[in-house]
């Protein structure tokens, strides 16, 4: 995905199939007749994808909210559907002042580890070049939901004991810094695109980022008070599950605007029956990780949880995201349902290891989205195991540590729990003031 794989190459095949249709005229001729017969739609279909594409992952947000809300208790819902607005909103702050141009700009210039630190600026009115083959600040637009998108992920994990500002401090540095440079590595150009890792729409760099980051902080804050008292597990029921399937379906349809977008060209049939392809494999991954989990929910449990069944779903989204494109059907089958056993078997191994992860998005995003890297080579032919598994290391060796780092750090100075008389009213009341179901 991204300025590696640049749309203007669709541009570039049109021209030359152009050019080989013409008669055989002089070559001041022909080029003339070339430059008269091909019009302006490359650039821009190229640019209605990256914009409709790119409002649909933006309704992703709302699905992470409304998601959230659903699996959080009652007296936390406010807080939870505060965090995903305050998200989306300093995310594409920070992607303006210094998280694009870190992510994209001058990467070469420095050793492909990251680009430069300065805000991004939008072409003037009326003067957006079409040399790239599409506008640059709809480019801009993609790619800043994507940055929001791995936010989120933290935010479900972390739910119900963490404070408002050391959280949005943390989203701050993940979304203007940290995400931006493991980003560079791949999409900007870097140094593990030169090594031929290949992550199509991001399970590594989206989801394994955000989840990567969520783990570090569900260790660093603990768990909830109670949740792992009395030598068991003791479960916090959802307050909205209703809510929770009505998030599921909003990122179910984001997940194609986050898939079909990385095609990034719709300025060749070509192109566009490769994004309906990537529509069709990214559905039906999510339908087989669903259907797994279901089945061997009664198998093993003989009670089928719809939460498991949510996070099966959006699982096998997560894992077919890394190459949504070269998949036969069976093949995408087969990663979402393997993605849908991760779920199954990650839940409760979180809960051995007495990680609190409210929404269950470490199994989803950190561990789908290793699966889903690594499986590439299955159907795209131009990769390598090794590789994948180079890429994998390199990005949740730097997110991990990096994000322990910065949550230890506002642990120290600000402190990033509530303390538990609030935690026991809830975060509504205790940090915000806003009840969600007041009349209970």
């Known amino acids: 995905m991204k300025l590696i794989k640049l749309p203007q190459l669709a541009g570039a095949a049109l021209l030359a199939s152009v050019a080989m249709a013409l008669p055989a005229l002089g070559q001041e001729e022909a080029a003339a007749e070339v430059v008269e017969m091909v019009p302006d739609y490359v650039p821009i279909f190229n640019t209605v994808l990256f914009l409709v594409m790119g409002f649909l992952v933006m309704w992703m947000a709302a699905g992470f909210a409304m998601l959230e809300m659903g699996l959080v208790r009652s007296k936390n819902a406010s807080m939870q559907g505060l965090k995903n607005v305050a998200i989306y909103a300093f995310a594409g702050l920070m992607f303006w002042l210094v998280g694009y141009s870190l992510m994209y700009v ?90 031929g890792f290949s992550d199509f729409a991001g399970s590594t760099l989206v989801h394994s980022v955000g989840g990567w980051a969520a783990i570090a902080g569900a260790l660093i804050i603990g768990a909830r008070k109670g949740k792992f008292e009395g030598g068991k597990v003791n479960p916090m029921p959802a307050s909205n599950v209703p809510l ?56 093993i449990y003989k009670k089928v949880d719809v939460t498991m069944v949510l996070n099966g779903a959006l699982a096998g989204l ?39 992860d409210v929404v269950g998005a470490i199994p989803v995003h950190l561990l789908a989205g290793i699966w889903g890297t690594f499986i590439v080579p299955l159907s795209n032919p131009g990769t ?39 935690e026991a009213i809830g975060l509504d009341k205790a940090e915000i003031g806003v009840e969600a179901y007041p009349e209970f």
Not at 326 to 350: K, T, W
Not at 391 to 403: D, E, H, K, Q, Y
């Open 384 to 422: 390598s195991y090794v590789t994948q598994l180079i890429g994998i290391v390199a990005i949740g060796a730097f997110t991990l540590v990096v994000s322990a780092v910065v949550w230890f750090v506002l642990k120290l100075t600000m402190g990033v729990r509530v303390n538990e008389d609030d």
């Open 244 to 299: 929770a399937v009505l998030g599921t379906f909003i990122l179910w349809l984001g997940w194609f605007g986050f898939n079909g977008g990385s095609q990034l060209a719709l300025g060749t049939i070509a192109d566009a029956g490769d994004v309906s392809r990537i529509f069709a494999n990214t559905n039906i991954a999510a339908a087989a990780g669903a259907a797994t989990v279901m089945i061997l929910l009664q198998i």
């Open 106 to 195: 001058g990467v070469s210039d420095h050793g492909g580890w990251f680009g430069t630190f300065a805000p991004y600026n939008f072409p003037e009115p009326g003067a957006d070049p079409s040399e790239a083959g599409y506008s640059v600040a709809s480019d801009w637009f993609f790619q800043m939901v994507f940055c929001a998108t791995a936010a989120s992920i933290v935010s479900g994990t972390v739910a119900e004991r963490v404070k408002l500002w050391p959280f949005m401090i943390f989203t701050i540095i993940l979304t203007g810094i940290m995400y931006p440079i493991t980003g560079s590595w791949q999409w900007g150009g870097g140094w593990l695109s030169e090594m």
């Open 318 to 356: 997560v894992g077919i995201t890394a190459e949504p494109l070269f998949p036969s059907v069976p093949v995408a089958i087969f990663v979402g349902a393997v993605a849908g056993v991760i779920v199954v078997v990650g839940v409760p191994l979180l809960d051995k290891l007495k990680i609190d």
